[in-house]
């Protein structure tokens, strides 16, 4: 819950693909100050960027790692999105109640109402900038379909560097999946829907679960880019 650091490896890598350099690029998080929040200002400092933070008065980053981050690099935090992500080259964004805060979803959209990557964000950024987000995604919530979709290939790039490998045959991995995600019958006392469940499963590689969903977005992304 506190940080999400290979995540964020994986969006540095992304940056690096499609910026050429890390660098001395303004890195921009909007939403809430959660373990994405505070991976990307520590990951983004320490690679040489100014990061910006734009979230509610009521869920900022960490107190010490706000600390950290303003005395070792160039760092904000406001409220005003709009000032956060000014002449930003990469917007990245979450989805306003992640894992295991199902139960606060409907208090969390009056916290965040407003905290969305749309059109008139991205017009204060940089002409070229690029998003990123660490998937799934509620389009019309923190993004607008229209965003996501202009965006969908940075974006997809991101899971690719987070979940493919290559073995030393040469043959392309994919993990990240979990080995069973459905409900038992009524008197299935483990698969019950619950939080602790779905992270109680084992995470595997190449299981027809993941790779079928994979290649549809794939062919996704290829037709939105054509």
């Known amino acids: 819950d506190y940080c999400h650091p290979c995540q964020v490896l994986a969006d540095l890598m992304t940056i690096r693909e499609f910026k050429g350099s890390i660098k001395g690029h303004k890195l921009c998080y909007i939403g809430d100050g959660n ?3 505070h991976s990307l200002i520590v990951g983004g400092i320490k690679m040489g960027m100014s990061v910006s933070i734009g979230c509610p008065e009521s869920h900022k980053p960490d107190a ?8 070792n690099g160039d760092f904000t935090c406001t409220s005003d999105i709009f000032e ?20 606060e979803a409907e208090r969390r959209k009056k916290i965040f109402a407003g905290y969305q990557i749309n059109d ?10 690029m998003v990123l987000h660490c998937l799934p995604a509620h389009r019309e919530e923190e993004i607008t379909a229209k965003v996501f979709e202009e965006h969908a290939k940075e974006i997809f790039e991101g899971i690719c560097n987070k979940y493919l490998s290559v073995n030393e045959q040469g ?19 483990r698969r019950d829907g619950t939080y602790e ?11 027809a679960k993941g790779v079928g969903p994979f290649i549809m977005a794939y062919t996704e992304v290829k037709r939105l880019n054509k």
């Open 35 to 37: 373990n994405m929040a």
């Open 64 to 71: 010490e790692i706000m600390e950290w981050a303003s005395k």
């Open 84 to 103: 956060a992500a000014k002449d930003a080259d990469v917007l990245y964004i979450d989805v306003w109640a992640s894992m295991g805060q199902e139960s």
């Open 120 to 129: 008139d964000l991205m017009a204060v950024a940089k002409p070229d900038a």
């Open 171 to 189: 043959d392309l991995n994919l993990g990240g999946i979990c080995l069973v995600a459905g409900l038992g019958p009524e008197n299935n006392l």
């Open 197 to 207: 469940y779905y992270m109680s499963e084992p995470i595997v590689e190449n299981d």
